[in-house]
Structure formats: C-alpha cells, structure tokens
C-alpha cells in the first residue's frame, strides 16, 4: 500500500486527526516515570486507545532526539508499534544540498519506516529531491507555518506582489510530477487558507496549529468543504496526548479524537 | 571558553578551514571496513591528522542519522575526540515551532555538545530563538546556499527591490543581539557575496561549496579581505576527507587542509 492510498483510505472513512507524538518527560503523566521506557510506555498506550479513530500519527523528531540514541531507539519502536494502515508522518523538516537530503530521505524513509516528511522549502529543488525519488511516499513542503514568525519571511511580499508562501506553493505544484507532494499549511492562518486554498490542486494539505496554538476547526473545515476538498489531515498534538494526566490519559486522548472526529463530520455536513 | 571565543582565537592564529566530516560507508578507504567502527575510526583518524590546521569541525548529522541508533553514537563520540579548541558546528539545519525548536537547542547544544549549529530561517524568530538563548553559543542561519536550488527561493526579489536572502541577512542582524548568531552562505555565489559583504556586519561567516561544488578560494577570501574582515570559515568536505583511499588517507586529508591553509594566506597577503 503506497503512502497516497493510506491517506485516501483512512480520508475516505472520515479519519482526518493526525496525532502529534511529541513526548515529554516533563509533562508525562507521574504514573509512568517509574516504567522502564515511560515514552514508550505513553506513546503505545496512546496509540492503543486512539488509532481506530486517528488517520495518522506525526512523530516530532526534537522530541526524541532530546533523548540521544536512546530517543532513537524509541522513535524507532514507536514507529514499529504503529498499525500499518495509519500515516506515519516524520515531522523532522528537513532541508539540505542534494547529496546530505538523501542522507536523510533514505534514513526517514527506510531507516525510519515512515510514510511520510515535512521538509523546509528554503534551499530549493535540488534540496527536495531526493525525498520526491520515493515516488511511493509524501513530502510535505512547509509553505506557510502556525507561529508567529510565519510574518517575517513566508509572508514577504515579492516583486510580482504575491507572497513568498504562494511562490512555494506554485513550485510545490510543478514538483508534483510523481503526485508525491503534499502542504503544510498553518491552521492559524485561517484568512490565508481561505484565500489560497484553490491553488492547492490536488495536493493534500497537513494543517498544524489547532490546539494549544489556537486555530480554529470551524473555520478551517469550512475553507475546505466551500471548496469541495477533503484532503486535508488535522495535526493535534499537545491539547490531546496531555489532555489528562491522570492514569486514562490514553482514554482522555482518544476521547478528545473522538470529538474532534464529531466537530469534523458536523462542519463537512 | 565561548563559542565567539574559540572562534576568534583560531581565526587569530590564521585558520579558517572548518573541516566536514560527512563519513559514508561506500566511499572510506576499503582497509577500515573490517574495523568495529569503521566510521568512528575514520573520523578518528581524520581529526588526529587535521587538528592541527584545521579551525573547526562540521558534523554533517544527516551522514551519521542514516546509520540509526549506532550512527547517533558515533556522532557523539567523534564529538568527544575533537580537541576542546576547535569549533564543533553541528550541521543540521533545523527549524521548527518554538518549543520544538527548544528541543533541538537542547539537544544539540547539551545533549551533543557542539558549539554551533546550522538554522533555516524559513519560520521566522520564534523558529531560532530558543537557538539564541544558548548565549555562549553560534547559530549560522542560511542566507544564500552553495546549491543550485538557491535560486528556487533565496534568490527571489522582493516588492522593494532586495533579494530574500538580504532580507534573512537583515534579519539576522536584528537578531543578534546577543552575539551569537552568524550567516552561511555558498561560496558557489562568488559574485553575490562580493556584493552583499558589506551588510554582514560582526556576523561570522560559514562558506561551504568550496571544492566539490566548484566554489572559487581564491574570490571568496579576497572578498573578505578587499572589505578587510576575516571572520570567515571555509568549510570543505568531500575534496578533503576523501582526497585519498589508501591507507594513508588521513595524511592526505592533512596535506590538503595545508595546502589551503598556504593559499588562503598568499590570498590575504
């Protein structure tokens, strides 16, 4: 099953919540620090109760790296203990010359078994590449982000008085030749996906920012239903895995896709 | 010892070669592929023959994240080798949301222990920020890179007639307020970075794209000194740490971080 049929399927049934895993000892439930691996721990118990009602799970790379090589070695058993019908998002935003991207394609890819990137569009198309040679995975190009500094470059305006986030979005576009590309676009920037939500095409669109940065489901959903899409994935990631701290934080969680699912399906109508 | 200190001072005894290890199993020299460690040994002797001429080291993370768990560990110990003097760059080109950046800081700068680290500036502030906190540490933002794709983005003209890449320049400049930040930028762009030197300011400079991406030596340090700054590193990799694949591999890598040590100083005369 290539990455674009696991999206359109977990889509076709309604699932469009990617759970964020952006696990920290910090705000990890008490209960668990005292297991072997508590990451490991949350995240299966995280994964257990919510995948029947989640499309995918993002990865937060930093999140695992903050733990050296034994971060990785969970990253990597997080990603095995993920049924295999679910996107598996490496959120690492990536970036590099050609010969370092493939470094990277091939360590996301194969080393990490994911279905799917987040990468930087900063350096170009030769950075892109290497991560569109795997023409059975997606590449997620970040045009315009959910924070703040979203202002200070993205939205630039250019000589031709678009912003710089359309131009990445136009490349984006004309990178697609192996209908591998996919967007990230910013939940907060509700105006902007308004507005340039028909020159997506066909691209599928993962939107950061509903949650704890504030975007709004309602206005989102809405952009994409007035425009007869529903490619969209909804990444939430902190307002549901540390939902409750208590012992049925797992059940908190999915409880918390299980209305975020309701939410979706009300706005689509 | 700071970051801006161990910089100046081998930039001060006249070196500015920041020598890339970007170890790859099918180019090392055939003879250490029945060591344990073929990589660690490789960086090992590399190191050991360069100190002495080289200012800094630049750990390619892609190079060692492609080899999972056991890649990450030998990225930490060619860490550990390298002498206390030399400044360790950690090439890794992140950017992310506030607290995912916090992450990678953490990681790279505690965790990893190097001195500098590779930013995308694509996000904005709040992306490089939890960066800058580390005081005692170097964050080199990439301005215009030495990739063909520069022209994709960075090169791009804003409805005030400058370049995106100035506009990161610009930024980075207000974003240095507490000295710790730097630029990188190609030297494939010999004639950009003739033009642009003069905004840079104190910022350091970070110059890959010397040797194997054709960058000239010769025009990028008579740049420098036509604008009488010396605050530059010439980064080279490929052309260096694979020069040779004889047993004596490590000697030539040597013989060639002099010989441009040599050509740099006849060029700053």
């Given at each position: 099953?290539?990455?674009?049929?696991?999206?359109?399927?977990?889509?076709?049934?309604?699932?469009?919540?990617?759970?964020?895993?952006?696990?920290?000892?910090?705000?990890?439930p008490?209960?668990?620090?005292?297991?072997?691996?508590?990451?490991?721990?949350?995240?299966?118990?995280?994964?257990?109760?919510?995948?029947?009602?989640?499309?995918?799970?993002?990865?937060?790379?930093?999140?695992?790296?903050?733990?050296?090589?034994?971060?990785?070695?969970?990253?990597?058993?997080?990603?095995?203990?993920?049924?295999?019908?679910?996107?598996?998002?490496?959120?690492?935003?990536?970036?590099?010359?050609?010969?370092?991207?493939?470094?990277?394609?091939?360590?996301?890819?194969?080393?990490?078994?994911?279905?799917?990137v987040?990468?930087?569009?900063?350096?170009?198309?030769?950075s892109?590449?290497?991560?569109?040679?795997?023409?059975?995975?997606?590449?997620?190009?970040?045009?315009?982000t959910?924070?703040?500094?979203?202002?200070?470059?993205?939205?630039?305006?250019?000589?031709d008085?678009?912003?710089?986030?359309?131009?990445?979005?136009?490349?984006t576009?004309?990178?697609?030749?192996?209908?591998?590309?996919?967007?990230?676009?910013?939940?907060?920037?509700?105006?902007?996906?308004?507005?340039?939500?028909?020159?997506?095409?066909?691209?599928?669109?993962?939107?950061?920012?509903?949650?704890?940065?504030?975007?709004?489901?309602e206005?989102?959903?809405?952009?994409?239903?007035?425009?007869?899409?529903?490619?969209f994935?909804?990444?939430?990631?902190?307002?549901?895995?540390?939902?409750?701290?208590?012992?049925?934080?797992?059940?908190?969680?999915?409880?918390?896709?299980?209305?975020?699912?309701?939410?979706?399906?009300?706005?689509?109508g």
């Open positions: 099953m290539t990455s674009q049929e696991k999206l359109l399927s977990q889509i076709s049934e309604g699932r469009h919540i990617a759970v964020g895993l952006d696990p920290d000892l910090k705000k990890l008490s209960h668990l620090l005292s297991e072997k691996n508590p990451i490991l721990t949350f995240n299966k118990e995280i994964i257990d109760k919510t995948y029947k009602y989640a499309a995918s799970y993002k990865l937060n790379f930093a999140f695992f790296e903050k733990y050296g090589t034994e971060g990785f070695s969970t990253l990597f058993e997080t990603i095995s203990y993920i049924p295999k019908d679910k996107l598996i998002i490496a959120d690492a935003k990536r970036g590099d010359i050609g010969n370092t991207s493939k470094m990277y394609a091939e360590s996301i890819f194969n080393g990490f078994n994911s279905d799917a987040t990468l930087h569009p900063y350096m170009g198309y030769d892109v590449e290497p991560f569109l040679e795997f023409e059975d995975k997606i590449s997620f190009i970040l045009a315009l959910s924070n703040k500094g979203s202002s200070d470059f993205e939205k630039l305006t250019l000589k008085g678009s912003f710089l986030f359309q131009q990445v979005i136009k490349n576009l004309l990178w697609n030749t192996r209908n591998n590309c996919g967007l990230v676009f910013g939940a907060t920037n509700e105006q902007e996906l308004d507005e340039n939500i028909s020159l997506f095409g066909t691209l599928p669109v993962l939107l950061p920012g509903i949650g704890a940065q504030g975007g709004s489901l206005k989102v959903v809405s952009s994409f239903k007035k425009n007869g899409k529903d490619n994935l909804i990444n939430v990631s902190r307002s549901v895995i540390y939902k409750d701290s208590s012992r049925d934080f797992a059940k908190a969680a999915m409880q918390e896709v299980m209305a975020l699912n309701q939410e979706i399906d009300r706005i689509k």
